[in-house]
């Protein structure tokens, strides 16, 4: 294709181009058939999201509403050691960061070295708290590390349970009251910046689930940990549509053959 200059300096590449180019397709059959095996994959991962979603909303709701109260700090540790990513070379990492949890997708892995500031370690299953504009509440459950090294940003709060699990510790945080206690503690002038103290995060009261009977908390760690399963198998098979996808639209791979490896034949 041979671009047109138009009297300017450097060639361009104009409507008209884009509009000449030929874009490869299956055939209409095989489209359809692509579609349908892309189509099954969404469906399970909608399937999944809402499983998720119903299962930690029943876990929140398990938290008895009678009952002692505690401090935060009673019932979890703080952990603020920070390393310089730089320092880590290329080696893999998992990154914990606000877009992260706001893509619902888990954490980014990333090479150490793309990561520009200091991060806290997480060393230790822990819950996860924004302390950024609490009105959007943000609590993440890592009940389970991933065999990585694991950074989280400094936005967030890094807490390890103490007697209890990070499910229960979870259900604590997450729950609308907390975030409405932690909305009034807020400091700054900026709406989009407004942070609370970490001090007042170990502060503040929550049910004090030491008192709880056991069937309590044994349906809040069942309800989080299918939460938490559904949430890994959507990231696999994300990672399997986004990678069928071209090859399956360029011809390089046929939904016959991916039906032969799905089926072990």
Known sequence: MTLATGGATRKALTKAHLESLAIPLPPLGEQRAIGEVLGALDDKIA??????????????AMVPVAGDRAPVRELATLQKAQIDPGTLGDEAVDHYSLPAFDSRNGPEVVKA?????????????????????????????????????????????????????TSVLWSLLAQPSFGRALESKVAGTSGSHQRV?????????????????????ASIESLSSAALAADAENRTL?????????????????VRDFERVADGT
């Open 113 to 165: 070295t793309s990561i520009k500031s200091s991060k806290f370690v997480v060393s230790e299953p822990s819950v996860l708290i924004s302390k950024l504009n609490p009105r959007f509440p943000r609590v993440w459950d890592l009940a389970r590390l991933n065999g990585r090294r694991a950074l989280a940003s400094t936005e967030f709060l890094v807490l390890e349970p103490r007697g209890i699990s």
């Open 238 to 254: 994300a990672a399997i549509r986004d990678a069928l996808l071209p090859q399956l639209m360029s011809g390089g791979l046929r």
């Open 47 to 60: 399937a999944n999201t809402k499983l998720a979603a119903t299962a930690r909303e029943l876990a929140l």
């Open 197 to 217: 103290k970490p001090i007042e995060v170990l502060l503040a009261g929550v049910s004090d689930p030491r008192g709880w009977p056991d069937e309590s908390r």
